[in-house]
T-cell receptor
Framework: GAVVSQHPSRVICKSGTSVKIECRSLDFQATTMFWYRQFPKQSLMLMATSNEGSKATYEQGVEKDKFLINHASLTLSTLTVTSAHPEDSSFYIC???????????FGPGTRLLVL | KQEVTQIPAALSVPEGENLVLNCSFT??????LQWFRQDPGKGLTSLLL?????REQTSGRLNASLDKSSGRSTLYIAASQPGDSATYLC????????FGQGTELSVKP
């Protein structure tokens, strides 16, 4: 299957700092990528849809100024959590959409802990 | 708005049992349905993908069925093993991929 990577896999930061998470599609070009958040014992919730060359589409309740998404190339999308707070601590997972078969391939996730 | 529900939320079985996990969805206009496995603190592993035109998919001891008309899918695990212990998620791909809450499976030796 297709491979999607995320970096870093784990990050600890101080409250008020910004953290950037990268999502890369390694073996196909993805015009559309997705960012999900998963709190403990809960399912994945879609945060936003990242579109190459255009602005991301955010789900209701997700602050676009806090979660900055950039999809500057067909293989890379980044999520920046700005001014992170402890309540932003979560597991962030990205996926890349393989068009034609309309299937998303998921990255391994990034564990964010904000102290 | 698509809603995906998984029953049961948790399941504990002795090793060797056959078991069924259930997934229901409210909107039948889907491209496909996927079953994933997630180990604690880890990402998702795709197990089976059923296209909307298909009725079932099989991989090893796993069999997934899809009944769009009734809005249901089942994941059948044969001869369960302790290594099958994980959370199993189903997800429906329409305009967006919508996940169920998952079933936490524990297989006891």
């Amino acid at each position: 299957g297709a491979v999607v990577s995320q970096h870093p896999s784990r990050v600890i930061c101080k409250s008020g700092t910004s953290v950037k998470i990268e999502c890369r599609s390694l073996d196909f070009q993805a015009t559309t990528m997705f960012w999900y958040r998963q709190f403990p014992k809960q399912s994945l919730m879609l945060m936003a849809t990242s579109n190459e060359g255009s602005k991301a589409t955010y789900e209701q309740g997700v602050e676009k100024d806090k979660f900055l998404i950039n999809h500057a190339s067909l293989t890379l999308s980044t999520l920046t959590v700005t001014s992170a707070h402890p309540e932003d601590s979560s597991f962030y997972i990205c996926s890349a959409l393989r068009q034609g078969i309309e299937t998303q391939y998921f990255g391994p996730g990034t564990r964010l802990l904000v102290l | 708005k698509q809603e995906v529900t998984q029953i049961p939320a948790a399941l504990s079985v002795p090793e060797g049992e056959n078991l069924v996990l259930n997934c229901s969805f409210t909107d039948s206009a889907i491209y496909n349905l996927q079953w994933f496995r997630q180990d604690p603190g880890k990402g998702l592993t795709s197990l089976l993908l059923i296209q909307s035109s298909q009725r079932e998919q099989t991989s090893g001891r796993l069999n997934a069925s899809l009944d769009k008309s009734s809005g249901r899918s089942t994941l059948y695990i044969a001869a369960s093993q302790p290594g099958d212990s994980a959370t199993y998620l189903c997800a429906c791909q329409g305009g967006k991929l919508i996940f169920g809450q998952g079933t936490e499976l524990s297989v006891k030796p």
